[in-house]
DNA sequence: AGGTAAACTTAGAAAACTACTT
DNA sequence: AAGTAGTTTTCTAAGTTTACCT
């Protein structure tokens, strides 16, 4: 539909309404990237800011008397901050947390720690525990909250806005700036991602005595809530943050920090492209360097060639040391365990595999099967020899002395750098090579695009749970195309070829070969088309009429056109099918330097609405008004 | 030099919202 | 009005790098 409807130049409703909105909001941000001294780097990160302070969460309201926790089958009055706590276990009833060890035996110890003496006394077993009421209390709230009336919205949200316009900004240096999480986060059990040691711990509620404050001398300081006290205020240009405080599951700050529309975070994310243009220029010298130093007779520099071949080819992330049991056990490059890689030296009648299984950051899994250069396999081999698999890959190697080395190849350079310029370059390059010129087709554009920054997602390794209901979504689709059978193909063998894909020629092939050798309503249709031309043109040859030959003409335009849609359907089902655990977000957002998008757009006229939502208009800003179609990263 | 804390970027899940159907 | 699929926004955990200390 959206398809026909671009073609014929019509606007869908909900754009004409944005298109509107977008004519009433007034465009009078502050364009920081006109002014002359941007990107200056003394530590000086403001010379004034004034803000409001945090928003504090929401105060508990006990429940009411006839919503009842029960222990042992009898319902059981809670002191009010046991019940508090009771009632974050109840709302995570139906969560798969609930059904992990580490979850209950967390929560219970922390639970029972506010509780009176009598509580404590009574309630030794979580497995007596009946939070079922007083889930279904909170799940007819959120059902009667979403109930509510129009009026009833629309007050909400009107004073929703007030508080943002109150709270929500601050002024830096003379601007109005927009905060990111002015709100505090309320308390609750802690979500730890993966196999986190401290999930289900109580994450407590802040107070303003928590508060560090962060503002200019000679600016008005928010006030603490009446009765209460700031933790400190101070005052610190060197930083950029407003509030913090220490958050006490794993002790560590957390802050109040601007919205990445703002000029200090705009800045900083410029520069942050600015970095990996420049290794773009120092890339193959130190790749030459690293090369030479795969031999090197001492083995911290072997170590180090070996991982910053893996950083740069693999775009592994560093992989700096964690503590033990404070967190999930994951890794990065320099952390890799033995255990994590195998060692083929053939496989599938390919040289020197290396096979990578290990859990990374949020406990994704990467798992990967890599060609290497042979002096890499025999390093490997070597690091490997009389080591356990819990033994550290790289024992002389560690992210800080990696990113002093790579510190002194360039400045500004560190491990990360290599996964922003990788992640940039390959979108520059795959649309240059995606990108049909001939093809006046929007969407057929949009679809390169994404197919681009999928190549870089693949890369980054960036994944998501799949949608639910995703295989149905995934039928329905493939009704329309009419396909059988093509979806089990594509998520088999996907994971062999997911990093061999920064070829997208192999890609295209593959998806093509793989649809196509299913059987397509489509195809049925462009079969009796054919039928149709066949006999319009035998018809022709007995009658060599006008008449005949223009209905022959027709029928051979029908196949044409509907050759056509099946190329759509089939490319619409592709992607959808590719996107099924892959995340283009992440890479759009932290990885791609915008002004490659903002280039591309420009040079096939695309609206950059297409690319880009109003969120991502708002942070990439600066890209967008300051790069013409001739931008090269 | 190496350990630790602070500051800041990157990350996927979940909630909220939107457009559209039933 | 209720349901649903898709998209955007929010949330906050989990990384990296820098700063600081001994």
Redesign the pocket.
């Known amino acids: ?1 959206k398809i026909k409807k671009e073609k014929h130049g019509e606007k ?3 754009e004409v ?2 298109d509107v909105k977008q004519k009433k909001e007034p465009e009078d941000k502050w364009k920081w990237w006109e002014e002359k001294d941007n990107a200056k780097d003394s ?1 000086v ?1 403001w010379k004034f800011l004034e803000h409001k302070g945090p928003v504090f969460a929401p105060p508990y309201e006990p429940l009411p008397k006839t919503v009842q926790f029960k222990y042992d089958g009898k319902p059981m009055k809670l002191s009010l901050e046991a019940e508090e706590v009771m009632t974050f276990y109840a709302k995570m009833l139906d ?2 947390y609930t059904s992990k060890n580490d979850f209950n035996k967390n929560f219970f110890g922390d639970w029972r720690k506010v509780m009176t003496k009598e509580e404590k006394s009574i309630i030794s077993d979580l497995g007596k525990c009946n939070f079922r009421d007083v889930c279904t209390y909170f799940q007819q709230k ?1 059902e009667e909250r979403k ?1 509510r009336s129009k009026a009833e919205k629309l007050e909400e ?1 009107q004073k ?1 806005e007030a508080l943002v316009e109150e709270f929500g900004f601050c002024d830096w240096d003379g601007h109005r700036e927009k905060i ?2 002015f ?4 308390p ?1 059990l ?5 196999n ?1 040691p401290k999930m289900g711990k109580l ?1 407590k509620r802040i107070i303003p005595e928590d508060i560090t404050i962060n503002c200019s001398k000679n600016s008005v300081a928010p006030k603490p809530p009446p009765g209460h006290k700031w933790k400190e205020v101070r005052h ?1 240009n ?4 407003l509030v ?1 405080w ?2 006490n ?2 002790n ?4 109040i ?1 601007l919205n990445p529309s703002s000029r200090v ?1 705009g800045e ?2 410029w520069q ?1 492209y600015e970095i990996a243009r420049n290794l773009k220029t120092k890339v193959d010298r130190i790749r030459e360097d690293y090369m030479r130093d795969l031999k090197s007779s001492e083995m911290m520099i072997r170590q180090r060639a070996v991982a910053l071949y893996f950083i740069d080819k693999l775009a592994l ?4 040391e ?2 033990d049991g404070e ?2 056990d ?1 890794v ?2 320099c952390s890799l365990r033995c255990e994590h890689i195998k060692l083929h030296k053939q496989l599938d009648g390919k040289d020197f595999i290396v096979e990578f299984d290990f ?6 899994r990467y798992y990967n099967k890599v060609p290497v250069l042979k002096q890499v396999f025999k390093n490997l081999v070597l690091f490997t020899e009389n080591k356990e698999g819990g033994d550290d890959l790289f024992d002389r190697l560690n ?5 002093k080395y790579l ?1 002194s190849l360039m400045e ?1 350079l ?4 290599f ?2 310029y990788n992640a940039s370059i390959t979108l520059q390059n795959q649309l240059l090579e995606l990108t049909d010129p001939d093809d006046e087709n929007v969407s057929s554009k949009i679809l390169s695009y994404n197919r681009a920054n999928r190549a870089v997602a693949v890369l ?6 799949a ?3 995703f295989s ?2 995934m039928g329905r ?1 493939n009704d329309k195309v009419g396909n059988c059978g093509f979806n089990g193909i594509f998520s088999v063998d996907y994971l062999c070829l997911v990093h061999a894909i920064l070829d997208s020629a192999e890609i295209f092939h593959y998806s093509r070969r793989h649809v196509t050798n299913g059987w397509h309503k489509k195809q049925a249709d462009i079969r009796d088309a054919k039928q149709e031309a066949k006999s319009a043109k035998s018809d022709y040859k007995h009658n060599k009429s006008e008449g005949k030959r223009k209905l022959y003409e027709a029928k051979k335009k029908k196949i044409e056109r509907l050759q056509e849609q099946l190329i759509k359907l089939e490319v619409q089902a592709t992607d ?1 099918a590719k996107n099924k655990e892959i ?1 283009l ?3 759009k ?3 791609l330097d915008p002004r490659i998008t903002v280039a591309w757009c420009k040079k096939y006229a695309i609206p950059i609405e297409k690319c880009y ?4 208009r708002d942070k990439f800003a600066w890209a967008i008004a300051m790069v013409d179609e001739s931008y090269v990263f």
């Open positions: 539909k869908r409703k909900h309404e944005q530590g990160k969560h798969e959120t109930a949200k929703n990111g999480n709100r505090l986060e309320p609750g802690f979500r730890g991602r993966g986190h994450k610190d060197q930083v950029t943050w913090s220490t958050e599951i794993q560590q700050n957390k802050y920090m975070k900083k994310d942050k992330r560093a992989g700096n964690k503590e967190s999930a994951t990065g490059c859990l990374g950051k949020d406990s994704i992210t800080s002395t990696l990113n510190n500004g560190t491990a990360k750098v996964r922003t980054c390794n960036h994944q998501r749970a949608p639910k209901n149905e979504q689709m959808k995340a977000g992440t890479s957002l932290n990885y939502n109003k969120t991502q």
